[in-house]
C-alpha cells in the first residue's frame, strides 16, 4: 500500500463512505487532479492521487475536530465521526447556477401555423370530398 508520511493513502480514502468522501474533499479544499478507475467491479480511485491528499493536513482539520496535533489518523477519524454521527457540519458546496431559456412552441405546431400561413397566402380552402 503506498502511503505518504503520516498521510492517508488512496486504499484508506477510497473506504470511507463516497458522502462523507465528498463533504471532507469539500471541508478541506482538496482538488482532483485525476479520474475515476475501477477494476473488476471495485473502486481503485475515486480521483484523488496522494498529492491531493496530502491536503489533509491537521491543520485543516483540526478547525473542525479541535483535536490539534497528533496522528492524522486519529484527526481524520474524528472528522469521520463529525460528519456521520454529530450534528451536520456547515459545508461550502459549489452554488450552481440555474439558467432558464425561453420556451419554444413545439416543432410540429410551429410548423402547423406556418403551412396554414403558406395557405392563406396562396389562398387556398380546403376542399369537400366529393362521393
Same mark, same amino acid.
Given at each position: 500500500m503506498t502511503q505518504i508520511l503520516d498521510g492517508i493513502s488512496v486504499f484508506q480514502w477510497v473506504s470511507i463512505n463516497p458522502d462523507t468522501r465528498m463533504k471532507i474533499a469539500s471541508m478541506l479544499d482538496l482538488t482532483k487532479s485525476s479520474h475515476v478507475e475501477v477494476a473488476n467491479g471495485h473502486l481503485i480511485t475515486d480521483g484523488y492521487t496522494l498529492q491531493d491528499l496530502a491536503g489533509i493536513t491537521n491543520a485543516k482539520m483540526e478547525?473542525?475536530?479541535?483535536i490539534g496535533d497528533g496522528p492524522q489518523i486519529n484527526n481524520l477519524n474524528k472528522l469521520i465521526e463529525i460528519i456521520e454521527v454529530r450534528e451536520p457540519v456547515e %459545508?461550502?458546496? &459549489? /452554488?450552481?447556477e440555474v %439558467? #432558464? !431559456? &425561453? /420556451? #419554444?412552441?413545439? /416543432? #410540429? !405546431?410551429? %410548423? #402547423?401555423k406556418k403551412v396554414k400561413k403558406e395557405f392563406k397566402k396562396l389562398k387556398v380552402t380546403k376542399k369537400s370530398k366529393s362521393k
Amino acid at each position: 500500500m503506498t502511503q505518504i508520511l503520516d498521510g492517508i493513502s488512496v486504499f484508506q480514502w477510497v473506504s470511507i463512505n463516497p458522502d462523507t468522501r465528498m463533504k471532507i474533499a469539500s471541508m478541506l479544499d482538496l482538488t482532483k487532479s485525476s479520474h475515476v478507475e475501477v477494476a473488476n467491479g471495485h473502486l481503485i480511485t475515486d480521483g484523488y492521487t496522494l498529492q491531493d491528499l496530502a491536503g489533509i493536513t491537521n491543520a485543516k482539520m483540526e478547525r473542525f475536530t479541535h483535536i490539534g496535533d497528533g496522528p492524522q489518523i486519529n484527526n481524520l477519524n474524528k472528522l469521520i465521526e463529525i460528519i456521520e454521527v454529530r450534528e451536520p457540519v456547515e %459545508i461550502k458546496m &459549489p /452554488v450552481m447556477e440555474v %439558467i #432558464k !431559456e &425561453p /420556451v #419554444k412552441e413545439p /416543432v #410540429k !405546431e410551429s %410548423i #402547423k401555423k406556418k403551412v396554414k400561413k403558406e395557405f392563406k397566402k396562396l389562398k387556398v380552402t380546403k376542399k369537400s370530398k366529393s362521393k
